[in-house]
């Protein structure tokens, strides 16, 4: 199975201020109600920009300037909560290909770097320089290389920290393991059986 | 070389290092729901592999199961679809599922140690954050997406970096009134909800010691609260009876290889750690959530903070949003908080210890007129076992509804919903936004005594005060 080497991702950005967004708020429990991922684009983030009788509430989401936005930006413990693989989903079937945030829940990090999706990190003071930059001019090109870890923009650089293994299972095109995983048959029976769990 | 349980029980599931640099980590124990499954047996299915070690693999309902209705078809035919896909899958697969028919369904993380599938010393995984829980027995228990979820039933591995381990030590006694559960928000509100970030947490002093094993479960389970990816509390003499004749745990000679065995998982005396933090366990007080996320927590003697008061930016605004979120002034007591919903149950305070701990004190008392109470135990055996002892009488007789086990409005995946903005005292483990059915509805967590005052009265009370405790 030949993964895409994923080792830039580039296009408009939005910011979704907060710490601790979890993943109950980009996507809401009732919608994991499905036996696929597809459609859950559509639910991204539901409750906070749809009053209850379904119009849009003020949201950078709903905001035209920022729409086809293909990098995410937020603050810290982004993606904290339930383990719900649905959120990293929703997001990438939204259109995101990218994350910049101050931190990141571990298992929502995990999960985005399974489907393919970078998790940068930045430090909180350039997460406010480029949220306003994109605010002050939201068609600015955001270039996150991820191979060297750095944001790039017309106006402002600055690095980003990926963790080694996660930066080089992208770049590398090794971001989904099954394949590697099942390459171990043999020594993962050896410790199966070491272990007495073949019961 | 000296080394702790986490260290010990990773070096021996490690199957080799990836080209990643992270580790293939043997799962010894996967655990599966309808929720977070149903995309994994899927991709299974596309790619036509098999599940590798069908019979370390274990299902049950709980997240949308009906806690009211339970024949199927379910009013919901969403829930129907999930759980009939989840019946499909276990037996296409070979995997054991406890049904609703089986007497053994319940919340995945009250039916592992129940049935004596948690074990000491080794890995566990499940599609689902509260895994931790299983912790307690001092098994390092990680929570998952469904990308990995299809990972371990295929190769019974997962690939994960290694964490580091935070000791958190807590010495001495807790005050009357003060539970498991208060331990937990306490040390969330002291570390942050991301404090745990890159860390396991090992659970130890004398006051784990004394605790039971379903209250080291109430702690353990709530260690993704705090950012950690997993959490435990090395494995004694209180564990190995909790686990002794359960239906899957080790007999005869069996067993006391098996007891052998788990001692030597234990956190060597003279082991290192990452971190250290020690706790006075007397200086916990009845701890309730004001906020929307779990570390917004503080003494039931509290008042709401004040956003303008914060120094950093981001700080004030999550006060900010909090607060308003939640419909509550700066500087208010939280004590007094009319509130609208009582919930007993989740897998943090489901078990048999939390319904028998709060029938001690509701017993002659009435929910307040207008509250709204469910108590939800965490399994059908925690349900035959409370009614066996009359527990559920005493709720009912006090106004409770008595109901069937599930998840239930610990997240509102069935029909057990907030409406509108109702306020929630909750035994549950998260106050997020929306997070028990209403995109309004608030919840702020507590022990499940305090919910039982709560209940009572009709607003947030010292259940100290109510119950003379
Ligand atoms: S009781 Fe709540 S926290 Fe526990 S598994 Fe169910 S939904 Fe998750």
Redesign the pocket.
Known sequence: MALEKIKEVKGKAVYVQGNDIDTDRIIPARFMKCVTFDGLGEFLFYDVRKDVEGNDKEHPLNEPRFSGASILISNANFGCG?SREHAPQALYRYGFRAILAESYAEIFFGNCCGLGVPCAVASHENIKKISSLIDQNPEIEVHLDVANSKIITSELTFSVDIPPGAREALTEGRWDPIAELQEAEQAVDDVVNELGYAI | MAKNLFQKVWDAHAVRELSNGQTQLLIGTHLIHEVTSPQAFGMLRDLGIKVKYPNRTFATV??IVPTDQREQPFSDPLADAMIKELAKNAEEFGVTYFDLASGKQG???VVGPEQGITQPGTTIACG?S?TATHGAFGAIAFGIGTTQVRDVLATQTMALGKLKVRRINVDGDLKPGVYAKDVALHIIALLGANGGIGFAYEYGGTLFDALSMEERMTVCNMAIEGGARCGYVNPDDKTFDYLKGRPYSPEGDNWDEAVLRWKSFASDPDCEYDDIINISADEIAPTVTWGVSPDQGFSIEGVIPDPSVEKNENDRLSVQEAISYMKLEPGEPIKGTKIDVAFL????N?RLSDFREVAKYLKGHKVSEGVKAIAVPGSQVVDLMAKKEGLDKIFSDAGFEWRAAG?SM??AMNPDKLVGDQLCASS???NFKGRQGSPTGRTVLMSPVMVAAAAVNGYISDAREVFSI
Request: charged share 15%; glycine share 10%; proline share 0%.
């Open positions: 339930s | 709980d997240h919340v995945v993380h689902d509260h149950g989740s897998c943090t489901g998840c610990c997240l549950s483990n998260r």
